[in-house]
């Protein structure tokens, strides 16, 4: 039964950063990682991703300049650094490897 698990998300306002963070057994250093979100009403989106060594990552227009992802793999987590935060950027964030998807975790932006 493997599994991952999203940490990190809460309440800050516009501007303000935050980090997740993902671990659990579902995680390998031999498989790449991603960041989605998905708000009420929309589409789930790719926010993020990561290859296994880290030395490729990709971002979603929307997040480039302001998102970092990064692994640490002695540790088995992957994270996501949340800078400059917009009100858009609320969603509830999931990471995910192969067909294994984290819970999500809740992140709100407003003032």
């Known amino acids: 039964q493997v599994q991952l698990v999203e940490s990190g998300g809460g309440l800050v306002q516009p501007g303000g950063s935050l980090r997740l963070s993902c671990t659990g057994s579902g995680f390998s250093s031999s498989n790449g990682m991603n960041w989605y979100r998905q708000a009420p009403g929309k589409e789930r989106e790719l926010v993020a991703g990561?290859?296994?060594?880290?030395?490729?990552?990709n971002y979603s227009n929307s997040v480039k300049g302001r998102f970092t992802i990064s692994r640490d793999n002695a540790k088995r987590t992957v994270y996501l650094q949340m800078n400059s935060l917009k009100p858009e950027d609320a969603a509830v964030y999931y990471c995910q490897s192969r067909k294994i998807w984290g819970q999500g975790t809740q992140v709100t932006v407003s003032s």
């Open positions: 990561i290859s296994p060594s880290g030395g490729i990552t």
